[in-house]
Nanobody, 125 residues
Framework: VQLVESGGGSVQPGGSLRLSCSASADSHKAFCMAWFRQFPGKQREGVAAAYTGGRTTYYDDSLRGRFTISADYYKNTVTLQMNDLKPEDTAMYYC?????????????????????WGQGTQVTV
């Protein structure tokens, strides 16, 4: 599975960005697809995840309300709509994919559970 991200860039505080991630995989297979972000010198942390076979989504509680994740089963894509961006959101954002069973409350945010990663896209606020 290859993941290709797009949509990063620079934005003023209060602005919005939309990140997209496409997975080259069997379109009839559901995944747990997630966004992580990484600050310089820090470990990657979970932002949000979505189960592509349904409507289940998960968020870091501190980002819920500003960030919205959505998934398209047939296109194997996941998008992250980021609104009211703050300077502290500046980071490298990574798309990740794992088996559908990872999309549960206790594991969606665990970096080690994801076997597929995109190259990362920079978001600067």
């Amino acid at each position: 599975v290859q993941l290709v991200e797009s949509g990063g860039g620079s934005v003023q505080p209060g602005g919005s960005l939309r990140l997209s991630c496409s997975a080259s995989a069997d379109s009839h297979k559901a995944f747990c697809m997630a966004w992580f972000r990484q600050f310089p010198g820090k470990q990657r942390e979970g932002v949000a995840a979505a189960y592509t076979g349904g409507r289940t989504t998960y968020y870091d509680d501190s980002l819920r309300g500003r960030f919205t994740i959505s998934a398209d089963y047939y296109k194997n894509t996941v998008t992250l709509q980021m609104n009211d961006l703050k300077p502290e959101d500046t980071a490298m954002y990574y798309c990740a994919a794992a088996g559908s069973w990872i999309c549960v409350t206790s594991t969606w945010f665990l970096v080690e559970k994801y076997g597929y990663w995109g190259q990362g896209t920079q978001v600067t606020v």
